[in-house]
């Protein structure tokens, strides 16, 4: 079975410091792709990044980076410097190789304080 | 502008009533999913379809149903069967299969009357 836990289920931080939201899976094919998305309050996901299991460098773009760890099973998405307009939900994601649907964790609530 | 597009933004369903929910992509995406989210939860899959013509029941189908007749269209109807119709409701598309990116349209918000 597939799963994805998100353990912070909500987090605030002052604007300019630094935030890791963190993202656990499971499971048990050797092939499968992890996603992180974005949920602003007007409601639309905005996809963030997708990585597959045999990719495991880590993921730079601007003040976003990703840090994918097979052996602890973690995929960690960290904001450099928040910002206001980085309050949202996070969603992290999982599907498995020739899975029909991907498994999303229930989020967590970024508040980004000015 | 290529993307997918919901609509109604918000609507209103009494007691007894069948509610359609529209979505529309231009994208050519093959693949098209609809998801429930409730306040403080993840998305949870409705319906899916990886081709036209054909579609399957996702986690929480009972008291929805869909049509896929044109690769540009999967339609979500909100049947009287639903009980607790009220959510937001996330229609996405990628290009072949879940293992592709999900690109997601601005969602639909049901409400109850």
């Known amino acids: 079975a597939q799963k994805v836990t998100q353990a912070q289920t909500e987090i605030s931080v002052v604007e300019k410091e630094d935030v890791t939201l963190d993202c656990v899976y499971e499971?048990?094919?050797?092939?499968?792709?992890l996603f992180w998305y974005k949920q602003p309050p007007s409601g639309e996901l905005v996809f963030l990044i997708r990585?597959?299991?045999?990719?495991?460098q880590n993921e730079i773009s601007g003040r976003y980076s990703w840090n994918f760890q097979k052996s602890t099973s973690s995929f960690n998405f960290t904001i450099t410097a928040s910002q206001v307009v980085d309050s949202a939900v996070y969603f992290c994601?999982?599907?498995?190789?020739?899975?029909?649907?991907?498994?999303f964790g229930k989020g967590t609530r970024l508040h980004i304080l000015p | 502008d290529g993307g997918i597009t919901q609509s109604p933004k918000y609507l209103f369903r009494k007691e007894g009533q069948n509610v359609t929910l529209s979505c529309e992509q231009n994208?050519?995406?093959?693949?098209m999913y609809w998801y429930r989210q409730d306040p403080g939860q993840g998305l949870r899959l409705i319906y899916y379809?990886?081709?036209?013509?054909?579609?399957q029941k996702g986690d929480i189908a009972e008291g929805y149903s869909v049509s896929r007749e044109k690769k540009e269209s999967f339609p979500l109807t909100v049947t009287s069967a639903q009980k607790n119709p009220t959510a937001f409701y996330l229609c996405?598309?990628?290009?072949?299969?879940?293992?592709?990116?999900?690109?997601f349209g601005p969602g639909t918000r049901l409400l109850v009357l």
């Open positions: 996405a598309s990628s290009i072949t299969s879940a293992q592709e990116t999900q690109y």
């Open positions: 990585r597959n299991s045999f990719d495991e």
């Open positions: 994601a999982l599907t498995q190789n020739r899975d029909d649907k991907i498994i």
């Open positions: 499971t048990r094919d050797t092939t499968y792709y």
């Open positions: 379809s990886q081709i036209v013509n054909d579609f």
């Open positions: 994208l050519n995406h093959d693949a």
